[in-house]
């Protein structure tokens, strides 16, 4: 089985939650309650819509006595970004994404299996619809750019009014004049 990624991600062994927190799962959803989770048998992962979040929710875990990374690698619990993955080697955890579709973890040497999503997830309404990688170039009959908010560009869908948010690293060179 995988685990969903969306936005910023805090996955954690599963092993590692039942050793740790009394009440398991359960229990350490109570700490972070804003965070959209989901399990399979062996990850358990927590989604964040913003950075300040997932680290106050590390912190909680470091509290637990979970080892977070070393400085050099993910230990217990990895920090998975939805477009660029894990920002540090992890001897434990594979991530995948594809444009389109939603990025998935999973734990590695077991199969990816079917993909665990939150309870009342839908891809429609999904920040993996809204939000990611395209492979070439956007037809601009379609999306017109609407700004920019750091390293992303937005743009808006001409046929469903809603905004696409692109990593600047996934789109092609603007031609200089």
């Known amino acids: ?66 080892r977070i990374d070393d400085g050099n690698q993910f230990l217990e619990a990895a920090v998975v970004d939805q477009v660029y993955g894990l920002p540090l080697p992890c001897d434990w955890l594979e991530f995948d994404s594809a444009p389109g579709e939603p990025a ?21 309404h999904s920040l993996s619809r809204r939000f990611g990688r395209i492979a070439g170039e956007l037809d601009p009959a379609r999306y017109r750019r609407v700004g920019r908010e750091g390293d992303l560009e937005i743009y808006e869908d001409l046929e469903t009014g809603e905004q696409l948010f692109l990593t600047r690293a996934d789109l092609p060179e603007e031609p200089h004049p």
Not at 13 to 23: K, L, M, N, Q
Not at 58 to 65: A, F, P, V
Not at 104 to 124: I, M
């Open 104 to 124: 998935f973890c999973w734990l590695k040497g077991e199969p990816r299996g079917t993909l665990v999503v939150p309870e009342n997830w839908r891809f429609e």
């Open 1 to 66: 089985m995988s685990v969903l990624i969306e936005g910023i991600n805090v996955v954690i062994r599963r092993s590692a939650v039942e050793a740790r927190v009394p009440d398991g799962v359960d229990g350490l959803a109570e700490a972070a309650a804003e965070a959209a989770r989901c399990a399979d048998t062996h990850l358990v992962r927590f989604g964040f819509l913003d950075g300040e979040s997932a680290d106050r929710f590390l912190e909680h875990l470091d509290q637990l006595g979970f």
